[in-house]
């Protein structure tokens, strides 16, 4: 009888003590992940961390931003992130072949990873179906960039045997060749002839590597050239190709610039007039919010993402309702 009450307490002392360990152990575990971006000088990125904070602090855990513009860095971010106890994280790589390296790396750490924005590819080029993906339906999206181009251009009135496109390209990324060729798709469609057509290859993916491209194209157009569709992959792709407009003497009325993501182009509708004419705003609610969030859930209770989730949902936004479109996602400043 004493010996079976003395072997109860200790049960239940060896309970209590159990429980105060879990506890204590459970508020000293912080649950940290990581969010990796190419281009950290970008507001699409910097948009995506500030979504990505907003869900650290609902729901209770730590996002530690690092900028990754080349492998070297992308790799020695995932030790760093090893290192500080993180448990899995987001990225957009700065190369997608980057993707096999970046898998090694973080299994050899055990931490989980879900692509954001530019899906991985493997040796052969492939994209890795294997690794959780949340991207743009970007053939769609670009299809409705062409088109809101060519509806301006119709409400403008203009000739299109005066009007020629410049659709600067970036045809390394696979989510930047499907956007443009779904743009060119629909400008076609709605009319434009394919020799109106210019394609001018990017070097870089920012405003000076767009404005090189369109300088170039820009010198190759005939005379009957009088007015202009700028096309690109992003806002930056877009508003580069503009500046060259401008210096080559176009007048705004005769340029229609429209880019894609809608964050980096906020400063530009803020100017009275430009050739740049709108953009179609993303979801960098969803890119930050939502995957920081369903990493957080992976690691916390070990239900894997969606191996490919895309985004089709795009507003286009232009001098006459951004703002009342980036407050509704709360990017009005
Ligand atoms: C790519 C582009 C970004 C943004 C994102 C959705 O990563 O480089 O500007 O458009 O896709």
């Not at 969606?306 to 996602?329: G, P, W």
């Amino acid at each position: 009888m004493f010996a079976h009450r003395f072997a109860r307490s200790l049960v239940c002392a060896a309970t209590v003590l159990a429980a105060a360990g879990f506890t204590s152990l459970a508020a000293a575990e912080e649950v940290k992940i990581g969010f990796l971006v190419k281009q950290a000088e970008e507001p699409w990125f910097q948009t995506e961390w500030a979504f990505a904070e907003k869900a650290g602090k609902d729901k209770g855990f730590t996002v530690i931003k690092i900028a990754v513009p080349d492998g070297e860095k992308t790799l020695a971010a995932i030790d760093t992130l090893a290192a500080n106890g993180a448990k899995g994280f987001v990225i957009c790589p700065p190369d997608t072949s980057l993707g096999p390296a970046i898998m090694a790396k973080a299994k050899l750490n055990d931490l989980k990873v879900l692509a954001v924005d530019d899906r991985f590819v493997d040796a052969k080029g492939q994209p890795m179906e294997d690794v959780p993906y949340v991207g743009l339906a970007a053939f769609k999206i670009g299809e409705k960039q062409g088109k809101a181009m060519a509806d301006e251009a119709k409400k403008r009135g203009w000739d299109l045997k005066e009007t020629f496109a410049v659709i600067n390209t970036f045809d390394e990324l696979d989510t930047g060749k499907k956007r443009t060729d779904g743009s060119v798709e629909a400008l076609k469609a709605a009319g434009l002839a394919a020799d109106h057509i210019l394609f001018a290859p990017q070097k870089t993916l920012d405003v000076p590597g767009s404005m090189d491209s369109t300088n170039s194209a820009l010198v190759k157009l005939p005379s009957e050239a009088k007015n202009l569709i700028i096309g690109g992959m992003n806002d930056s792709s877009v508003l580069g190709g503009v500046r060259a407009t401008e210096s080559a003497g176009f007048a705004a009325a005769n340029v229609i610039g429209v880019g894609i993501n809608g964050t980096d182009a906020i400063g530009e509708l803020k100017k009275a007039s430009s050739g740049f004419y709108g953009s179609m705003l993303l979801s960098p609610d969803t890119s930050g919010y939502e995957t920081a969030s369903q990493m957080f859930t992976w690691v916390t209770t070990g239900k894997e993402p969606a191996k490919y989730t895309a985004l089709d949902n795009v507003t286009l936004i232009t001098r006459e309702n951004f703002q009342q479109e980036l407050t509704k996602i709360g990017l009005w400043k």
